[in-house]
């Protein structure tokens, strides 16, 4: 009975390759978000989709595109990979009226 | 904009002894606070939160107030367990729901 739940949860990869990372959640939620924790484990928003809606883009390469073809799913699609991606990316959601996110458990991406 | 600053780490701790691990933040208005938890190879779990100025949250020994007039939201255990070891990470949300802002985490060693 997975709340969130990431697949896959390693990958690893050659620089210039395309990937993709599927998150799904159960919750019946609004909200869900995708986060990158770098290697110190500082912790950074990218998106956000409310209903299928994007509402959050933070500062993130055009290489990273999310999709959200209904409000239980929200995947992560990264062309031409880069060395710098390198991370531990989490899928969240969250419900109006709720405070806080409920994280999944991570996709470690390493790209070689 | 909105950020949060937490001690620095890593703290190293004998089990038993007293836990305090500092967070404040700057945000405009009104936000929720929160303390997360990362055990090793993990996803973050909500420890506790606090939604209005001198609310406690409290869960699992673990204490935070929200104190609006130093901005601060610090963690405190009185007696920590080896199984307490893991990153915390403070964080703020503008709003009652919505993205998590966090702050740098905190690595915490107990050793028996």
């Known amino acids: 009975d997975t709340a969130v739940s990431q697949t896959p949860k390693y990958l690893v990869t050659q620089m210039g390759n395309d990937k993709s990372i599927k998150c799904e959640q159960n919750?019946?939620?609004?909200?869900m978000y995708w986060y990158k924790q770098d290697s110190k484990k500082f912790l950074k928003i990218m998106f956000s989709?409310?209903?299928?809606?994007?509402?959050i883009n933070e500062t993130v390469p055009n290489r990273f595109s999310p999709k959200s073809p209904d409000k239980a799913h929200l995947n992560l699609h990264i062309n031409s990979l880069e060395l710098g991606d390198s991370a531990v990316y989490f899928c969240a959601s969250s419900q109006e009226g709720i405070a806080g996110l409920f994280f999944g458990p991570g996709t470690r991406l390493t790209v070689l | 904009g909105d950020s949060v600053t937490q001690m620095e780490g890593p703290v190293t701790l004998s089990e038993e002894a007293f836990l305090t691990i500092n967070c404040t933040y700057t945000?405009?208005?009104?936000?929720?606070l929160f303390w997360y938890v990362q055990y090793p190879g993990e996803g973050l779990q909500l420890l506790l939160k606090a939604t209005k100025a001198d609310d406690k949250g409290s869960n699992k020994g673990f204490e935070a107030t929200y104190r609006k007039e130093t901005t601060s939201f610090h963690l405190e255990k009185g007696s920590v367990q080896v199984s307490d070891s893991a990153v915390y990470f403070c964080a703020l949300s503008p709003a009652s729901y919505g993205k998590l802002t966090f702050g740098q985490g905190t690595i915490l060693t107990v050793h028996p």
């Open positions: 989709y409310n209903n299928k809606e994007l509402i």
């Open positions: 945000a405009t208005g009104y936000p929720s």
């Open positions: 919750l019946g939620h609004d909200t």
